[in-house]
């Protein structure tokens, strides 16, 4: 198996599923919902083009992770299916949108995986949980209230992928989330609870986020029901990793 990118999910996933020979995951480009940056997008979209024409020449299926973020979705509501509509609302998210069509439009045998917001070790700092954690160690954290973070942790990532090429799953495209969106106040409510901190907040109310649909993960990965799903999901996900963002935060 190869594995393109060198970031935080490339590392979560290339020690878990080297049981699959002649699948390519696609796990570069920028990771931040809020990049704008135009020429980092070009380079992502050169390296992705480079990426389908090897997978064309050898034969090998690809796995391009996207992202179940509003950026890509927008706010349809009330799930977000992978069926349905797309209206993204940020240059990532319209970025996004783009290369998945370069991906179906390709001609190779893909899986198109867009991923919620998955937490665990080795995480960049301007992600989720460590940004929350770095603010609330500050004494003072912004809240967007509507906002939600559906967390999954990324070693059911790496389960659910393995799961989906396992079972020879192509020419779909999947969410993978926990199905429950957190608002973000419950977010940094727990981890200041954790840290003992109590830190004031700064509120500012934005459009209420809809939910990512996992009626197809459940579908295709059965296995997932036994993973702990549910509203309490996320704050199992923030105790095992709360540790490492914390050193991340500092």
């Known amino acids: 198996m190869r594995i393109i990118g060198s970031g935080f999910l490339a590392r979560n996933l290339g020690g878990r599923l080297g049981r699959h020979p002649g699948v390519t995951i696609y796990a570069a480009g920028p990771s931040g919902g809020g990049v704008s940056d135009a020429d980092a997008f070009a380079r992502d979209a050169e390296r992705l083009y480079a990426t389908v024409a090897e997978c064309r020449a050898d034969g090998s299926r690809l796995v391009y992770l996207s992202t179940s973020s509003v950026g890509l979705y927008g706010r349809p509501g009330p799930f977000l299916l992978e069926s349905g509509p797309v209206f993204p609302c940020s240059a990532y998210g319209r970025h996004k949108v783009a290369m998945e069509a370069v991906v179906r439009a390709s001609g190779v045998d893909h899986l198109i995986l867009r991923l919620a917001y998955p937490v665990g070790p080795d995480q960049p700092s ?109 704050r199992d996900v923030l105790d095992r990793y709360l540790p490492v963002a914390e050193v991340l935060g500092r």
């Open 126 to 234: 301007h992600q989720v949980v460590p940004a929350l954690v770095s603010q609330i160690r500050t004494g003072r954290v912004g809240v967007w209230r509507g906002a939600r973070r559906d967390l999954v942790d990324v070693a059911h990532v790496a389960a659910i992928v393995d799961a989906l090429l396992a079972k020879g799953v192509v020419s779909e495209v999947v969410n993978v989330a926990s199905g429950t969106a957190v608002p973000v106040e419950c977010l940094v409510a727990h981890i200041a609870e954790r840290l003992g901190l109590q830190p004031a907040t700064t509120v500012v109310d934005v459009p209420d986020e809809a939910e990512i649909s996992i009626d197809r993960l459940h579908v295709l990965v059965p296995e997932v029901a036994g993973y702990g799903f549910g509203p309490e999901y996320y």
